[in-house]
């Protein structure tokens, strides 16, 4: 069995989120041969030496699940991108680049977080372009650490206003860009996160059969697809449960 989840946002401030992933790992991630987190993990990340006592305990909790057999890889997401090696060696997961093409069911399958298919907002693009730098990540994470609370905090609020003021189609994927990166990649499956619109899509690439998967957010309920035997299964669960 593998599983795959995003946009958790985990925080101090939702511990019913937090509790439920705890729940998940310890019910479901148990038993599954490998879990993908594709990115928003956190809500946010200014980097490994400011991991606070809370993100401290749900690495340990990764490394548990490491530890019992279960391989964990982990993606950037706009909101956590400063996640670096210390905190994956310390949660036991590994690091996965977006985008990754990986083998799935037999297929290749593409994994993104899913912000870089939102091109029809040129202003987000342009900033991802620059924070995603590795010139602007060095800067970044040799800023004083009060410093790089008070940008995350902007960013955050800036980013709230600005979600609230676009349209919806410019805060989604681009349905132009879905079929052209699948067929730069020679996949027939995309699975991603970000939009916070769970939902399979089908679609051609090339003239074949393809399909794109979105994977949920955790806020009112949570998120997970599972592939086993049974194929492809996206589904939501209480939080509560």
């Known amino acids: 069995m593998i599983l795959l989840i995003s946009d958790l946002h985990l925080e101090e401030e939702r511990p019913d989120i937090s509790r439920a992933f705890l729940h998940f790992l310890q019910t479901r991630a148990i038993h599954a041969e490998t879990l993908y987190i594709l990115g928003d993990f956190f809500e946010v990340w200014v980097g490994d030496d400011a991991i606070s006592p809370f993100q401290r305990s749900i690495a340990q909790s990764l490394r548990q699940l490491s530890d019992s057999g279960t391989r964990i890889y ?85 980013s709230r206003v600005q979600t609230r003021l676009k349209a919806g189609d410019i805060v989604d994927v681009t349905p132009a860009e879905i079929p052209r990166v699948m067929a730069d990649n020679a996949v027939r499956t995309l699975i991603h996160g970000h939009t916070h619109r769970p939902a399979l899509h089908k679609l051609e690439v090339d003239g074949q059969p393809a399909r794109r998967i979105v994977l949920g957010d955790w806020d009112k309920q949570g998120w997970a697809l599972q592939i086993d035997e049974q194929g492809y299964q996206l589904a939501p669960f209480a939080l509560d449960a």
């Open 74 to 158: 982990l993606m950037h997401g706009n909101r956590d991108f400063m996640i670096g090696r210390e905190f994956c060696r310390e949660a036991g997961c590994t690091l996965l680049r977006d985008p990754s093409v990986i083998e799935l069911a037999g297929e290749p399958v593409l994994l993104m977080h899913g912000d870089s298919l939102c091109t029809q907002d040129p202003a987000y693009m342009r900033l991802r372009r620059w924070l995603r730098n590795p010139l602007s990540l060095f800067i970044l994470r040799h800023l004083p650490l009060a410093t790089r609370h008070k940008l995350a905090r902007k960013l955050r609020k800036e």
